[in-house]
């Protein structure tokens, strides 16, 4: 049974999650690059390591959600990172996204020390990761995901398996393929209801109910007409995220042409300084092409 666990990557996602598992009861301990994001942990009675090495001894389970291959490649092939520390018979999980194959890569090297992987990304945001109704997936040896999903279901609404590693890093790719695309949407609608003079309550009020209706459209709708373009997800993670997606099926040879005019756009957006701001401030390229900005009249 897992009792103690450490985990590594305090942002956005992480830190809902690790939360979430000191308040299931679990032995945690912490790690993040910039240090301060342990100190309310410490206060709740993690424990908060010096190193990623460090921070993954002597527990049954290192989890962890970094920005990107990068920040993974670092964290866990980099001096002093997780494989310098863990050992046989630990298991370790990474929730990031990220390409199939660097879920495949640290399968490899994990596998060299007798230790077990499983690529388990999520969807949902922060408020998702904070309430523990993330929708998780994992993929790797089936036994020891039995072993790791009384965890998981501490974490999210939903786990689902996916059988081989890199599925479920695979799965996390074409899930973004779809939001990426229903931003789009969103935005290009919005932008279009305001020209045609449309009252964008209304128009939300449609999009609430109709048979195209969803909870993205909807509340990243209605965050736009409010100017809330505070990030849960933020757009330069969902370029990051676009360019995943297109280096992936171009491997798989499958055809991605509207992803190819979001990633456009997504960049676009992230040069005019909107990469800090929600993945929905996409729509910020396309106002400024149409010279207008999409925003409700208050009623
Ligand atoms: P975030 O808030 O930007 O946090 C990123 C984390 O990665 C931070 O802990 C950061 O450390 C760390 N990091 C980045 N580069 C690093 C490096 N080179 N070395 C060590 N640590 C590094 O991102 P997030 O929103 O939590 O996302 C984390 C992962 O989940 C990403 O792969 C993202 O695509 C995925 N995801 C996000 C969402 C969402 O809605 N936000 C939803 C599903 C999946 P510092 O604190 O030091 O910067």
Redesign the pocket.
């Known amino acids: 049974m897992i009792k103690a666990i450490s985990y590594?990557?305090?942002?956005?996602?992480?830190?809902g999650m690790a939360s979430n598992l000191l308040e299931a009861g679990y032995e945690l301990t912490v790690w993040?690059?910039?240090a301060e994001?342990c100190e309310p942990f410490r206060r709740n009675g993690a424990h908060v390591a010096d190193t990623p090495a460090d921070a993954v001894r002597d527990v049954d389970l290192v989890m962890y959600?970094?920005?990107?291959d990068?920040?993974v490649?670092?964290?866990v092939f980099?001096s002093k990172g997780i494989l310098s520390g863990i050992k046989e018979g630990q298991i370790a999980m990474d929730?990031?996204?990220?390409l199939p194959a660097t879920s495949l890569q640290e399968q490899e090297a994990y596998a060299k020390r007798g230790v077990d992987f499983l690529d388990a990304?999520?969807?949902?945001?922060?408020q998702?990761?904070a309430n523990a109704k993330?929708w998780i997936m994992a993929a790797g040896n089936k036994a020891i995901f039995e072993k790791v999903k009384p965890v998981l279901e501490h974490l999210g609404q939903t786990v689902h398996y996916f059988g081989k590693n890199g599925n479920a890093a695979a799965m996390?790719l074409v899930g973004?393929l779809i939001v990426a695309l229903e931003m789009e949407a969103l935005a290009e609608g919005l932008v279009l209801a305001q020209k045609a003079g449309l009252d964008l309550n209304t128009v939300m009020e449609v999009v609430k109910v109709a048979d195209f209706r969803s909870p993205l459209l909807l509340s990243n709708g209605q965050n736009i007409l409010k100017r809330d373009f505070s990030?849960?997800?933020?757009l330069k993670?969902m370029l990051?995220?676009a360019s995943l997606i297109e280096k992936f099926s171009e491997t798989m040879e499958s055809p991605i042409p509207a992803l190819r005019v979001v990633e456009k756009n997504l960049a676009s957006a992230v040069g005019l300084g909107f990469g800090n701001e929600n993945?929905s401030a996409l729509i910020k390229a396309l106002e400024k092409e149409a010279g207008i900005e999409v925003k409700a009249l208050n009623r």
């Open positions: 590594l990557g305090l942002g956005t996602m992480g830190s993040n690059r910039s994001k959600s970094l920005s990107d990068q920040a490649e670092e964290v980099g929730m990031s996204t990220v990304p999520v969807f949902g945001s922060r998702e990761s993330l996390k973004n990030p849960s997800f933020a993670l990051k995220d993945a």
